[in-house]
């Protein structure tokens, strides 16, 4: 027999821990589970289990209860289906995961969840992307991006490209449906449709007068592609940030840029000069063309009115023939010597003539007259007397006496 065995040994301390032993007994599991049924019955309204000493639980309307839980959840679950898309969005409604319809501004009601689900998206946020480089990005990061920004010409030459992108939404249902992840598709569509115009044309055209056409080809065939693919984007502004030769070939292409300029710097020269002499030697040329058709012009009538004027005479001179000769003699002899200064006179009834110089004569005059002007006009000039350093004073005794 062990140490607690003996009744005699209850009111012994226990050995291991020094106190005396008391009597307990083990819980009583049947009564633990008739207080947990009363407890639960009382809360659903159902009637309780008989106790140890036979009592009857009270017992209610269960079935109200239950109805009245269920439709409070019912309402509570209904009225997680309201939702209200503010504007500029749009709501794509799905129905067990599948397209329904698409929701404008204000609030609306689906079906909870899992019945229908809603996405918002945005249609009137202006979004943007960046092709070469990083808005606001550290040396690090713009290093990163610098194989974007290098792209090869048609002449195969390297240059440096920086292109922005802005775009927005057009149709919500193509942009959640068609595509996983339609903003990356923009990005990788944009750079190969700027690496595709950029090898299709030379450097120079692509640094300088070809940057707007890049920028329109660039943006044709950009949204051709997205409306391929069905994104349910639309392109509102495509921009050639940069545009130059990578930084290792920088000074000599200065150089050829500066070049240019001076070639199109004479070029420009010598068009302004052009523009001056031009208009000037065709005025030239206009006046000369009009002076000739004036002198021919004139000797046309000269030659009509001398012909007429011979036709004239001849009918005289058949009239009067001695008197038109005598005339026509006078007549030459007058033109002839009209500008001569001479003039000789014929001595009626003797053979000598008479010649007078009248030219040598109007000559002489004129010389005479041209003196005598001259000498009451120009005063006369005054003499100062010279100092010679002699004495005069027995000179001017000498004239005195």
């Known amino acids: 027999m062990s140490w607690d065995d003996s009744d005699k040994d209850?009111?012994?301390?226990?050995?291991?821990?020094?106190?005396?032993?008391?009597?307990?007994?083990?819980?009583?599991?049947?009564?633990?589970?008739?207080?947990?049924?009363?407890k639960f019955g009382g809360l659903f309204g159902g009637g309780g289990s008989?106790?140890?000493?036979?009592?009857?639980?009270?017992?209610?309307?269960?079935?109200?209860?239950?109805?009245?839980?269920?439709?409070?959840?019912?309402?509570?679950?209904?009225?997680?289906?309201?939702?209200?898309?503010?504007?500029?969005?749009?709501?794509?409604?799905?129905?067990?995961?599948?397209?329904?319809?698409?929701?404008?501004?204000?609030?609306?009601?689906r079906f909870p969840s899992p019945i229908d689900s809603a996405i918002i998206v945005n249609v009137?946020?202006?979004?943007?992307?960046?092709?070469?480089?990083?808005?606001?990005?550290?040396?690090?990061?713009?290093?990163?991006?610098?194989?974007e920004a290098l792209m090869l010409t048609e002449d195969e030459n390297i240059i440096d490209v920086r292109l922005a992108v802005q775009y927005k939404v057009k149709s919500a249902q193509d942009y959640v449906f068609n595509v996983r992840s339609p903003d990356v598709t923009l990005k990788q569509s944009a750079e190969s449709a700027?690496?595709?115009?950029?090898?299709?044309?030379?450097?120079?055209?692509?640094?300088?007068?070809?940057?707007?056409e890049v920028v329109a080809s660039v943006e044709a065939n950009l949204?051709?592609?997205l409306d391929d693919y069905k994104t349910g984007l639309v392109i509102s502004s495509v921009n050639l940030v940069e545009a130059q030769p990578p930084e290792e070939v920088?000074?000599?292409?200065?150089?050829?840029?500066?070049?240019?300029?001076?070639?199109?710097?004479?070029?420009?020269e010598s068009q302004a000069y052009s523009n001056e002499v031009?208009?000037?030697?065709?005025?030239?040329?206009?006046?000369?063309?009009?002076?000739?058709?004036?002198?021919?012009?004139r000797v046309i009538?000269?030659?009509k009115g001398d012909a007429s004027r011979f036709g004239q005479l001849l009918v005289e001179y058949e009239a009067a023939p001695e008197v038109t000769r005598k005339r026509l003699y006078l007549e030459t002899m007058e033109d002839v010597l009209g500008s001569s200064k001479k003039v000789i006179m014929d001595v009626k009834g003797g053979n000598n003539l008479m010649y007078l110089p009248i030219d040598k004569l109007m000559r002489s005059s004129e010389n005479q007259s041209s003196s005598t002007q001259n000498r009451f006009i120009t005063p006369p000039e005054k003499t100062t007397p010279v100092n010679t350093g002699r004495d005069t004073s027995y000179r001017d005794r000498e004239r005195g006496r």
Do not use: C
Not at 57 to 82: F, Y
Not at 259 to 268: G, K, L, P, S, V
Not at 283 to 292: D, F, K, L, T, W
């Open 301 to 303: 009538s000269e030659a």
């Open 10 to 38: 209850k009111n012994k301390k226990d050995p291991w821990s020094g106190r005396k032993k008391e009597q307990q007994s083990p819980p009583d599991l049947d009564e633990l589970v008739r207080s947990l049924q009363e």
């Open 124 to 147: 009137d946020q202006q979004r943007f992307i960046e092709i070469g480089y990083r808005s606001g990005a550290n040396q690090q990061a713009a290093s990163g991006v610098r194989k």
């Open 194 to 212: 700027l690496r595709s115009v950029i090898g299709k044309n030379k450097m120079d055209f692509v640094l300088t007068e070809g940057r707007s």
């Open 223 to 225: 949204q051709a592609m």
């Open 250 to 268: 920088q000074g000599a292409f200065s150089d050829a840029i500066r070049a240019r300029e001076d070639e199109q710097r004479f070029i420009n």
């Open 50 to 109: 008989k106790g140890s000493n036979d009592k009857k639980s009270p017992s209610g309307p269960s079935g109200a209860n239950i109805g009245l839980l269920i439709g409070v959840a019912a309402l509570i679950w209904l009225a997680t289906g309201i939702y209200i898309v503010d504007e500029g969005n749009r709501g794509v409604i799905l129905r067990f995961g599948q397209y329904h319809e698409t929701t404008l501004p204000g609030p609306h009601w």
């Open 278 to 297: 031009i208009p000037k030697a065709r005025g030239s040329a206009s006046r000369i063309v009009q002076e000739a058709e004036a002198y021919q012009q």
